[in-house]
């Protein structure tokens, strides 16, 4: 009777799935047999070639998947025994006959099942046995090939090269661009950046806040005293401007600046001969892009507004 050889592929990546790669040979002896040796020490041409030689002559081969989504869901442990019974029930679909089963590693992921009795446990059996060594090719070559697929669709990551593990390159992708649904959310590398992230957005979202209740003030101010308010918050890929409002034949452009507190001089001392500079370029990029108030006088103007109250300050133009 022959043996099951099963190995897993994916167990630390930070992105992509779980792979459980199970094999029977039928005859271990066969020439192309002696190739066979742990993945993780072939060249990925030579298990590439490997790979295709026992897709078309081992007596039955078998993969088993778990998603990154659904190892969120269950944790590794789970998700390794999930994997494990997945690719013995290809196996056994094939009614390819089998008296034992081998798993590499200490863990016997088909505890608590049937075949439980049936199974040992090796340490670097993938190095050993070669129907584990089948199992971890194939599982690896599978896996590989899925990632290479995934970097069509996320480029910028680098999956075809690093296939999800946690390099320094994938580190940099991940705080440049964000996670994708292939990151392990539950693993501690992409759960601490999406604390951050979150801790981020609730600081980025507490500013904006702040920034508009200090619009909302100036806009008032605006109101009473005459202006009409064109648009708040107008913002293109280059420039934006906190308030636009006209009054007689001028436009103005204010800029808003808010601070808690004094302590750092107000919020017009942010506006320095570059922020001005800023601001110029603003105003004359959105007259040229709206016409019906080419023929109004262009001011450019701050305001400053202070407290947890939103007092505001000052309102001024800027010569």
């Avoid at 089963?101 to 200490?106: F, K, M």
């Avoid at 759960?191 to 003030?217: H, M, P, V, W, Y």
Wanted: proline share 2%.
């Amino acid at each position: 009777m022959a043996i099951l050889g099963i190995d897993e592929v994916g167990r630390g990546p930070w992105a992509g799935p779980l792979v459980i790669g199970a094999v029977i040979l039928g005859d271990a002896t066969a020439a192309w047999c002696d190739d066979l040796a742990d993945s993780k020490q072939l060249t990925a041409k030579k298990r590439e070639s490997l790979n295709q030689i026992i897709l078309e002559n081992a007596a039955a081969v078998g993969l088993g998947w778990v998603s990154s989504r659904e190892l969120d869901q269950i944790g590794l442990s789970k998700s390794l025994a999930l994997a494990t019974k997945r690719a013995v029930k290809q196996i056994q679909i094939k009614k390819v006959p089998f008296s034992e089963i081998i798993i590499d590693g200490t863990i016997n992921f088909l505890a608590g099942t049937p075949l439980e009795k049936h199974v040992t446990t090796l340490k670097k059996a993938d190095a050993l046995i070669k129907e584990v060594s089948a199992a971890s090719i194939v599982a690896k070559v599978a896996r590989d090939n899925y990632m290479k697929e995934q970097a069509n669709d996320y480029p910028q990551y680098g999956f075809e090269k690093h296939v999800g593990y946690g390099t320094v390159a994938h580190k940099n992708a991940i705080e440049k661009f964000g996670v994708t649904k292939e990151h392990r959310k539950s693993f501690k590398p992409i759960r601490e950046f999406l604390g951050l992230k979150s801790e981020k957005l609730q600081n980025k979202i507490t500013t904006k806040s702040l920034g508009d209740k200090a619009e909302t003030k100036v806009a008032e101010f605006l109101e009473q005293n005459g202006h009409k308010i064109i648009v708040r918050n107008y913002k293109t890929k280059y420039y934006e401007i906190d308030i636009i409002s006209t009054k007689d034949q001028s436009i103005y452009f204010t800029e808003v600046k808010y601070r808690k507190n004094d302590f750092a001089g107000g919020g017009l001392t942010a506006i320095d001969s570059k922020k001005q500079k800023q601001m110029q370029f603003a105003a004359e990029s959105f007259l040229n892009f709206k016409k019906e108030f080419s023929s109004f006088n262009p001011v450019l103007a701050a305001a400053d507004v202070t407290g947890k109250d939103f007092k505001l300050k000052n309102w001024l133009t800027l010569d």
